[in-house]
Nanobody, 121 residues
């Protein structure tokens, strides 16, 4: 089973940018869908962005126009470029893999430790 490791989080001021990386232990080229999720304190984990094997993307309404998900099958890595960050984007960000379903995903992987993103006002 593919294991994923997230990195790239940090502390940034509102309006700033971060690029998160999700490195896989094996090939992701055949994986149907890869997704970035986040969980803020006291809230449920939510799907932020999803990219399919064919390159189709979906985003949560709260991040549309600000976040971009991409996948590099040669590097077995999925990225999340986050621009115009807001304090409400503060959360632990996780990646996972699975199968696309409507606007969401059936998750097949295990959750990693995630990477903390903190946006100060």
């Amino acid at each position: 089973q593919v294991q994923l490791v997230e990195s790239g989080g940090g502390l940034v001021q509102a309006g700033g940018s971060l690029r998160l990386s999700c490195a896989a232990s094996g090939s992701i080229s055949s994986i149907n869908a890869m997704g970035w999720y986040r969980q803020a304190p006291g809230k449920q984990r939510e799907l932020v962005a999803r990219i399919t094997k064919g390159g189709s993307t979906n985003y949560a309404d709260s991040v549309k126009g600000r976040f971009t998900i991409s996948r590099d099958n040669a590097e077995n890595t999925v990225y999340l470029q986050m621009n115009s960050l807001k304090p409400e984007d503060t959360a632990v960000y996780y990646c996972n893999w699975g199968r696309a379903s409507a606007q969401a995903m059936f998750i097949f992987g295990s959750w990693g430790q995630g990477t903390q993103v903190t946006v100060s006002s």
